[in-house]
């Protein structure tokens, strides 16, 4: 299993630019997650989705941001303008549909996007 | 007030001691409890998980919960240098299932 995919690795991009991540669960997981993570604010849950369908969008920060799931294998996280405040590192997470509490989230490696 | 918190450390403890992380959270319908590792510059990583008060044990690590008091924490025993990371103590609430992260504990175990 190659695990949770995200591409770019790397993003630098002007201010006034739009920036889209993109992220591929694994396989046969029913539920995404995109995270931001700064050293101000640590790691913060933007949305979810759980069938490709958002659940909770209330972590998203503004209309800047918007995030999309066409199909059971791919998401984008968009921003646009993006600012030089969204610089962060962006995690996708997945994982499976369990009944049971100890379930686990699957995080990829991350988007380091910096904004001049 | 955060709804998890934990000290940002660091932590600095020897090689060979215990470490221990600790982590108070504010929602009393809390249902499952998390502790992930970071290395700097990589992905979180799951190490165990406790959702019934008491302790579990899982090889060199320990988590300890207490509901009453809102607290949970995790022990290292035999602390190594490769155990130097950020930990990050995660929440779930009932009926919800995303997390909530805390901010997490820097921990560095001297050689």
């Known amino acids: 299993d190659a695990g949770v995919i995200q591409s770019p690795r790397h993003e630098v991009t002007e201010m006034g630019q739009e920036v889209t991540l993109r992220c591929k669960p694994i396989s046969g997981h029913d539920y995404l997650f995109w995270y931001r993570q700064t050293m101000m604010r640590g790691l913060e849950l933007l949305i979810y989705?759980?069938?490709?369908?958002?659940?909770?969008d209330s972590g998203m920060p503004e209309d800047r941001f918007s995030a999309k799931m066409p199909n059971a294998s791919f998401s984008t996280l968009k921003i646009q303008p993006s600012e030089p405040r969204d610089s962060a590192v962006y995690f996708c997470?997945?994982?499976?549909?369990?009944?049971?509490?100890?379930?686990?989230?699957?995080f990829g490696p991350g988007t380091r996007l910096t904004v001049t | 007030q955060k709804e998890v918190e934990q000290n940002s450390g660091p932590l600095s403890v020897p090689e060979g001691a215990i470490a221990s992380l600790n982590c108070t959270y504010s929602?009393?319908?809390?249902?499952?409890f998390f502790w992930y590792r970071q290395y700097s510059g990589k992905s979180p990583e799951l190490i165990m998980f406790i959702y019934s008060n008491g302790d579990k044990e899982d090889g060199r690590f320990t988590a300890q919960l207490n509901k009453a008091s809102q607290y949970v924490s995790l022990l290292i025993r035999d602390s190594q240098p490769s155990d130097s990371a950020t930990y990050l103590c995660?929440?779930?609430?009932?009926?919800?299932?995303?997390?909530?992260f805390g901010s997490g504990t820097r921990l560095q175990v001297q050689p």
């Open positions: 995660a929440v779930k609430a009932t009926g919800r299932r995303a997390l909530t």
């Open positions: 989705f759980n069938n490709n369908v958002p659940i909770d």
């Open positions: 997470a997945s994982s499976p549909t369990t009944r049971r509490a100890d379930y686990e989230q699957y």
């Open positions: 929602d009393r319908g809390s249902q499952s």
